[in-house]
Structures are given as structure tokens and as C-alpha cells.
């Protein structure tokens, strides 16, 4: 069994972070040059922590599979980021942030992370602002805010539908700022395939190439993935098509524990599936919710033009079922409730998977201008996406994999269970608990990033013993070696389908059976077929071409083969978990169909051990102690 | 509907390349151009063919990565679109379609329709950026920007790095790129402490990597898929003008 010591610091909930801040270790500036960190990713948290560490005076080198960091997926959040300024005097606070996040997580996510985040929040704001970040302002220049779901009180900043671009770009300016400075060693088109674990600690990465297929190693002193979130498990997802878990799941096998693999976030606004051909879903963004209504008709299979439809035939679900949130409910109640409306033949557009986001009535109180102001971009992506007008029709749109709470597990110091291997932003899963809430994806990579590793490492560096290795040392061989022999292994198949085609059918069981609702029966069949699966794919697979230049397909197989191990622990982590929680919802556990949770025996952090090829995970618990929050129904009525 | 494709093929940087031909079945209406490259791959691969390398990642118009010259247009035929938005629709049944890398000596070839951009981090790294450390910042709504002012930034930092505007280029010169950058951070009161420097470092740091001049012929502005104005230019070369008298006028007064 590991030892999930949380490293939770003691004392009042506000003070935690303080007190921890000041009982760290530091590392002397002038000796921090001598400390190198590798920071794999270059999103929000990749970038934010390897520019500002740099700054502090570590050697940082960072590494992507990208071209440049510019491309990471952090770029294509739309909303916005939210944080506890108060600035609209509407009773926004820490505390409220702090709350809205443990209640709209279902109770499952750490009172002493989510309570930092808070407190961070405020200044991740400040910070994006000095660096030139455009936020929406008001006519006499301050901020401007919006709502997002989950919430009552206007906290989301924003830049037009592109919030994460101009944050990322924002992180990506500090980063190529200390590359230019000569702080941080920037490796582009360079894939990590494992960690390297020396005495118990990890010490570096084995990357290859992807334009020469090299296969190299890199040591230092600490090493940090940043490398998001695994939700092209279900292949037709929001994410971006490289996004995998390749960084995270070699972790695992090397020893860092996966928490909570089965808590994926379904988002309820996106455009739906089109076609088998479907590689991707495009999101459109929460923020449409404020001002667009939902609804179908009354009418099983009523499929009449929606302008047809008269008001007293519509069915405004969310309004009705949550009226105090209504539209802004969260996303896991919103999603389900689209769901159940098209289960039950409500469904509108082709194959009835798609419920009408209406903005008819935004457009009669406000004016078309103002509604293209908001939103202009996302109806014009609409449009050239489906060849609708969304300002005269309403949108169509069905709920769809967007983000995985669960990831590599960390203490409170973002430290996995392997020393030395920290995690920031989606890849881990401390701060969303079972469901995440709108704009809180960029704050959390943000302050990971800026504002918690850049201290938390120092305080391992300055009090870890570290032996001088270099990639010379027989682990490091070891582990390039095993790297070489996988890539070899893809090549010598030479089976009959390609990695596509296995991606494709891994991610329909996922969705079938691991999706927006999970039963005991269905998850069972699902951990028949996925070793099935992954026998096929071991014999069968084709990957044409060879390893030594850029080979798209290869690593494609790397990542695919990844995905089928990660997809069976999704569903043994889903089956194990016998309640409903956030975005896990098992039909057998729900009270008229709302979640039903059950504290008295889940009110814990699944945290998967990997015992070897073969073996059954270990499931190792960490109870989720609650001090400050009562643990209640969570309601939006 | 059936397409005749005529694409770039080029193992790797080095090699020398050719266009290939393809025929392609079964392509619907409703696939993006990127996801008519999938079924065409998926073809390839079945004859035992080597697939076609391209970029592309988050296939919503904003990650900056795919990058095709479409029938000799940077990402196709639509107006503010990256090749990923572009929807087959915008074909019919027996087209036949070139496809080709962008071209310009600061973008290497990688493979096939994959080329190397790296030069435009490196302008980045000349000065696309408000040298701010983190920590410290003062509170948000310290710093007042009028509405209009802010959305003026907004529209040239909407810029997503593609590189369609070096592409569509006849000079292949990077100045859309450079300038929405120094647009963007010339805006703001952020970046006025550095606006003369960022202009000269960024500017020379285009010539260093072996970008064209602009001559002003506008292409640029008609390839970019965020539709940011030609508008971004006339800034960058006046605050690179400005920056330069400014650097002269100490040289001036010691010859004096």
C-alpha cells in the first residue's frame, strides 16, 4: 500500500497556505542555479511554472510534443477564469469561491487545495493583467465580469470567447521571455515516454524526437507534468486530438499513483456529432447559457421547424427543474438533463441527440448587436460548422466529453507518490473533486503554476538529499531501452488496422459504458471487451512508415496503447464506486434522478496503484476529512 | 462526393518532394477539410501506404497548428477560417484539389505539409512580451483601458500563430504576425515601458530570420483566419520609425 499523506497543513482553513508558505524550506538564491527542473507541457500550468521558476533562478528545461509552447489545448478555453474579487459587489468572497468549488465537486475534492485556489484566484488576475492580458473591461475602464454555471454571483473575467488563448499567450510571453534570457531550454517536437526513477526519486525523462525519432534522456532535480487532461480516451471528445496520457500513465507504471481515473466532466453546450467521419467535438462556450435558454418540445418526436413550436409547447427543462440556477445550473446536472430529455424521444436534430440553446428572447431584450458582441465568434463558428444561423434558428446542441477530474494523485505540495515527480493543472486531481465548474479549469493551471509549485518545489529541493545523476546512470539506460524496444514493437506488428480504427472502437465502449451514466452490468462488460481489445491491438495493429523521422501513426500507437490500459481502470475505478457523485453517475444509485451520493462510504480519493503487468491495480483510499464545509445534498433547485 | 487530390509529398527536410495523386471516395459534406485528410490517410494506410504528415491539433480554428495552401490559398477558400473550419461543403462532387506546405525560407520543411515555425518564437523571444515577474503585480483594476482601447488589443492579439500571412505573402514576410503582437502591447499602458525596444528587437529579429519585406500588397491580412488588419503593419512601422529616431538622436548629438 502507498502512503497517501496528504501533507495537509494544520490550523484554521485561511491560514493554511500561510503558515506552510513560511514553515517551507528555501533554497538560498545564489544555489538555486545549481537546481535543475524539467517541466513537461507548456499550458497554463507548464508555462506559468517554468517561467517563474526560471525567474526565481532554477535551470529549467521544458519539453513539447508541439512546435511551440504557443499550441498547448490550454489555448482553446473559451469562457473565462474566475477568481474572488468582488469587483461587482454582488457578495463574492474566498469563501464563496471556495464553497461554490467543494459543492459544485460533489463533496469529493480537498477543503485545503480548493481553499488556496480561492485565495490564489485574486492574484492570478492581477498577475494576467500586468503582463498584458486584454481583458473585457467596462466603458470607465475596470474589469468587466460574467456568470458562469454553478454560480449566483458575477466572478468570471473574460477575453471575447478566447480567455484561455489570452492567458496562455500570456504564459507563453513569460516563458519565452526567460527562454530569451537563457533561464529555460525549450525542447519542441519532443514526446515524453517515461520517467526515470533513481533511489526512490524521479530524476529525469526519456523523450524521443519526433522529427528524428531520437530517443534521449534528461536529468535533474525535480521534475514536473503538466501535460492535461486524458479525455481523448472516449476519441470523440472537446480535446485537442494530441492531448493523451502517455506522460501520466507511464508515471503510473513507474509508481505515482492515478486518483479518481472514472470523474469525467461531460459539458452540456457542444455541437452535436455530425457523422461517423467525426474526429472532434467543438465546444460552444458555458457563457452562451446567460443569455440563451434551453429547451424541447413537450412532444415526443415532434420535429417541427423550432420557430413552429409555440411557447406553451416548449419545454424550458432547466428553468423548470432548477429554478433558482436555471440555465446556469452546473455542468454534470445540465448534461444529464439534456440526456434525459433526448432518452426520453424529446430530442431534437438529426438521430434526436440535441437539445435547442434559444437565444430569440436574448435577441428581442437586447438587440442583435449586443448578442454579436457577446458571442459573435461562437455563432460564427456555429455556423460554419453546422450551416446554421444561430441568430435566426436556435443552436442545437448535445453534452460531450470535455475534462477529467481525475489525474495522477498529489499532495498538498502537487507532489506525487513518487518524490520528486510533481503535477499541475488537469493532470492531477486535487482541486475539481467529481465535477468541475465553469471557469475554474484556468484558474486552477494558473495557480498550480505561478503561484504554488515555483514555493512548494524549492521546499523539496532544499530539504531532499539529492545525489548527483546524470543520464549516464544505469536507470536512465534502462529506461531508454524500454522506450526503444516499444517503438520497435509498433513497427514490427505490421497487422492489418490502423491505430485509428482501435481508438475509434475503445472510444465507443468508453462512451457506451463509461460515459454519462454507468451501470454495474455495463462496466462489467466493458472490462471484457477492453482486454479484448488490447489483445487485438497487440496483434493486429499497422503502423506503416519507420521510427526515425516524423511518423504521425507511431505515435499515435504510443498514445492509443496508453489509452486502452487508462480506459480499463476508468471503468474499475467506475465500478468500485458504488454512488453518484458530480459527473459519475451510476444509475443504480440516484434519487429521482438526481445523484445520490454516499458519504459514509465513499467520502474518499480513489488512488490506483499499478502492481505490475497483469496484476489487478491496488486501490489504496484517502479519506476526504471535511472541517469547514457541511457535507449536504448538493441542490441547485 | 469524389475528389482528385494533388498533395505534397516530401519524406523529409532534405529529400526532394513531388506532388502525388490521390482519389478519394465517400468525402461528406459535413467532414472538415482536416477530416477528409483522416479518411484519406485511413486509404493510404489500408494500401499500405505511407500516410500523409500534417499539423493540426484542436481542430477549432484557435490552436494555430494546421496550415495548408488550399488550391494556392493559405487554409482554403473560406474568408477568417484555419484549414480545420473549412468544411467540405465548400467543394463539389469531382474537384480536384491542390494541396501544398506553406512556403518560406523561415519555415522549414518538416515533412510532407508539416513545416517548422519555430522562427516565430524566436521573434517572440526578441520582445513580444511585458517584462513582469511573477508576484507582486498590483490589483487589476489599478490599471484603467477604455473599452475601446482594450478591444483594439483584443483584435491583434486575437492572432493565432499559424503563419497563413507569411504564407499568402508574395515576400513571405512576417510583418502581420510582428506587428498584431506589437499592436497588441503597444495598446495597453502595460507595454509602453518597453514599446520602443520590443519594436527595434522584433523587427530586426523578422530580418534575421530571413522574412521578406512588406510591400504592403495586403494578402496577408485576406489569408488570416482572425481577420486581423493590415491595420497591425502601420503600427508596427511606426513604432519601429519612432524607436529608430529615437536610437539615432544620441549618435546625432555626439558627431555634432
Redesign the interface.
Known amino acids: 500500500m502507498l502512503d497517501l499523506n496528504a501533507k495537509i497543513p494544520s490550523g484554521p482553513l485561511q491560514e493554511k497556505w500561510d503558515q506552510h508558505r513560511f514553515s517551507m524550506k528555501l533554497v538560498n538564491p545564489a544555489n538555486k542555479r545549481r537546481h535543475s527542473v524539467i517541466v513537461v507541457g507548456a499550458g497554463l500550468a507548464g508555462a ?1 511554472a517554468a ?2 521558476m526560471s ?1 526565481l533562478g532554477y535551470k529549467v528545461s521544458c519539453f513539447v510534443y ?6 498547448a ?1 490550454s ?2 478555453a473559451q469562457g473565462g477564469i474566475n477568481a474572488a ?1 468582488n ?1 461587482q459587489n454582488d457578495g463574492d468572497s474566498i469563501r464563496r469561491l471556495f464553497y461554490d468549488t467543494i459543492k459544485g465537486g460533489d463533496f469529493r475534492a480537498r477543503e485545503a487545495n480548493v481553499y488556496r485556489l480561492a485565495q490564489l484566484s485574486v ?1 492570478i ?8 492580458v ?10 468587466a465580469n460574467r456568470s458562469f454555471g454553478g454560480a449566483q454571483v458575477s466572478r468570471t473575467f473574460y ?2 470567447g ?1 480567455t484561455g ?2 492567458l496562455l ?1 500570456g504564459a ?3 516563458l ?2 526567460q ?2 534570457l537563457k533561464g529555460v531550454e ?1 525542447h ?1 517536437f519532443e514526446e515524453m515516454l517515461d520517467v526515470v526513477v533513481v533511489d526512490g526519486h524521479a530524476r529525469g525523462i526519456v523523450t524521443r524526437n519526433l ?1 528524428t525519432g531520437k530517443i534521449t534522456s534528461h536529468a535533474a532535480d525535480a521534475v514536473v507534468l503538466a501535460t492535461g487532461g486524458y479525455g481523448n480516451v472516449f476519441y470523440l471528445s472537446t480535446n ?3 492531448s493523451n496520457t502517455t506522460a501520466t500513465w507511464r508515471a503510473y507504471k513507474k509508481g505515482a499513483a492515478f486518483a479518481n481515473p472514472c470523474y469525467t466532466q461531460i459539458h452540456p453546450t457542444c455541437i452535436p456529432v ?2 461517423d ?4 467535438l ?2 460552444m462556450s458555458e457563457s452562451l447559457r446567460n443569455d440563451g435558454r434551453v429547451w424541447v418540445p413537450i412532444k415526443r418526436g415532434d420535429n417541427r421547424e423550432p420557430s413552429a413550436i409555440p411557447e406553451a409547447e416548449r419545454d424550458y427543462f432547466l428553468e423548470r427543474k432548477y429554478p433558482s440556477f436555471g440555465n446556469l445550473a452546473p455542468r454534470d446536472i445540465s448534461s444529464r438533463a439534456a440526456k434525459e430529455a433526448c432518452d426520453d424521444g424529446r430530442g431534437v436534430g438529426p438521430g434526436g441527440l440535441g437539445v435547442y440553446l434559444d437565444f430569440a428572447d436574448a435577441i428581442k431584450r437586447l438587440g442583435k448587436n449586443t448578442i454579436a458582441e457577446r458571442y459573435g465568434n461562437l455563432f ?2 456555429y455556423q ?2 453546422t ?1 446554421e444561423n444561430p441568430y435566426e434558428r436556435p443552436m442545437r446542441i448535445y453534452p460531450a466529453v470535455h475534462y477529467t477530474m481525475g489525474g495522477l494523485w498529489v499532495d498538498y505540495n502537487l507532489m506525487s507518490s513518487i518524490p520528486g515527480l510533481h503535477v499541475a493543472g488537469e493532470a492531477n486531481f486535487s482541486d475539481h473533486g467529481a465535477n468541475r465548474l465553469g471557469a475554474s479549469a484556468l484558474m486552477q493551471g494558473l495557480a498550480d503554476g ?2 504554488v509549485l ?1 514555493y512548494t518545489i524549492g521546499d523539496y529541493i532544499a530539504g531532499t538529499k539529492l545525489a548527483k545523476v546524470d543520464n549516464t546512470h544505469a536507470e536512465f539506460k534502462a529506461a531508454e531501452e524500454s522506450v526503444r524496444a516499444q517503438t520497435k514493437r509498433f513497427l514490427d506488428i505490421k497487422g492489418k488496422r ?1 491505430v ?2 482501435f481508438h475509434k472502437e475503445l472510444g465507443k465502449i468508453m462512451w457506451e459504458y463509461c460515459g454519462m451514466a454507468r451501470t454495474k452490468e455495463g462496466l462489467t462488460k466493458a472490462l471484457e471487451l477492453i482486454p479484448a481489445l488490447k489483445a487485438e491491438f497487440w496483434s493486429n495493429l ?1 503502423v ?2 519507420s521510427g526515425d ?5 507511431l505515435e499515435n500507437a504510443g498514445r492509443v496503447a496508453d489509452f486502452i490500459e487508462l480506459g480499463e481502470l476508468m471503468c474499475r475505478d467506475a465500478l468500485a464506486r458504488e454512488e453518484s457523485c458530480g459527473g459519475h453517475f451510476r444509475v443504480e444509485y440516484q434519487d429521482a434522478g438526481e445523484a445520490k451520493r454516499n458519504d459514509d462510504d465513499f467520502a474518499y480519493v480513489a488512488a490506483w496503484e499499478f502492481a505490475g503487468e497483469g496484476n489487478a491495480p491496488i486501490l489504496n483510499k484517502e479519506p476526504l476529512v471535511y472541517e469547514n464545509v457541511h457535507l449536504s445534498t448538493r441542490s441547485y433547485k | 462526393m469524389k475528389l482528385t487530390l494533388n498533395v505534397w509529398r516530401q519524406p523529409a527536410s532534405q529529400a526532394p518532394g513531388k506532388l502525388e495523386t490521390y482519389t478519394l471516395d465517400g468525402v461528406s459534406a459535413d467532414m472538415s477539410f482536416l477530416e477528409m485528410f483522416d479518411l484519406l490517410n485511413e486509404q493510404l494506410t489500408t494500401e499500405g501506404k505511407v500516410p500523409v504528415a500534417f499539423a493540426h491539433d484542436c481542430r477549432e480554428g484557435i490552436c494555430g497548428s494546421c496550415s495548408m495552401m488550399i488550391n494556392g490559398q493559405a487554409h482554403g477558400p473560406w474568408a477568417g477560417a484555419a484549414t480545420c473550419q473549412l468544411h467540405m461543403r465548400a467543394f463539389k462532387d469531382g474537384d480536384i484539389i491542390t494541396v501544398e506546405p506553406w512556403r518560406a525560407s523561415a519555415f522549414p520543411i518538416v515533412k510532407d505539409l508539416v513545416v517548422n515555425r519555430g522562427s516565430f518564437d524566436r521573434i517572440i523571444q526578441a520582445g513580444g512580451y511585458v517584462s513582469v515577474n511573477t508576484g507582486g503585480a498590483r490589483d487589476a483594476n489599478s490599471i484603467l483601458i477604455g473599452k475601446d482601447t482594450v478591444e483594439e488589443a483584443m483584435d491583434a492579439a486575437a492572432c493565432i500563430g499559424c503563419g497563413a500571412c507569411v504564407a499568402a505573402c508574395p515576400n513571405a514576410s512576417a510583418s502581420l504576425f510582428t506587428g498584431a503582437k506589437i499592436t497588441h502591447l503597444g495598446m495597453l499602458p502595460q507595454g509602453q515601458p518597453e514599446r520602443d525596444t520590443r519594436a527595434l528587437a522584433m523587427v530586426e529579429q523578422m530580418d534575421i530570420e530571413g522574412f521578406g519585406h512588406c510591400t504592403l500588397v495586403g494578402e496577408c491580412q485576406e489569408a488570416c483566419p482572425k481577420e486581423i488588419s493590415i491595420d497591425v503593419i502601420k503600427k508596427m512601422n511606426r513604432d519601429y520609425l519612432v524607436a529608430s529616431a529615437k536610437r539615432q538622436e544620441p549618435k546625432a548629438a555626439s558627431a555634432s
Not at chain 1, 523521422?549 to 501513426?553: C, E, M, S, V
Request: net charge neutral; charged share 20%; aromatic share 8%.
Open positions: 506559468s517561467a517563474t525567474e508541439h512546435d511551440t509552447p504557443r499550441r489545448h489555448i482553446a474579487k469587483y492574484n488576475i492581477d498577475q494576467c493583467v500586468a503582463q498584458g486584454p481583458f473585457a473591461r467596462e466603458y470607465g475602464g475596470l474589469l477575453a471575447r478566447q488563448q489570452q499567450l507563453y510571453s513569460a519565452e521571455r527562454v530569451s525549450m519542441t522529427l485537442a486530438m494530441l455530425s457523422g467521419h467525426q474526429s472532434k467543438t465546444l460564427d463558428m460554419r460548422i450551416d505561478y503561484f515555483p490502423s485509428d480504427s499497422n506503416p512508415g523521422n516524423l511518423n504521425q501513426a
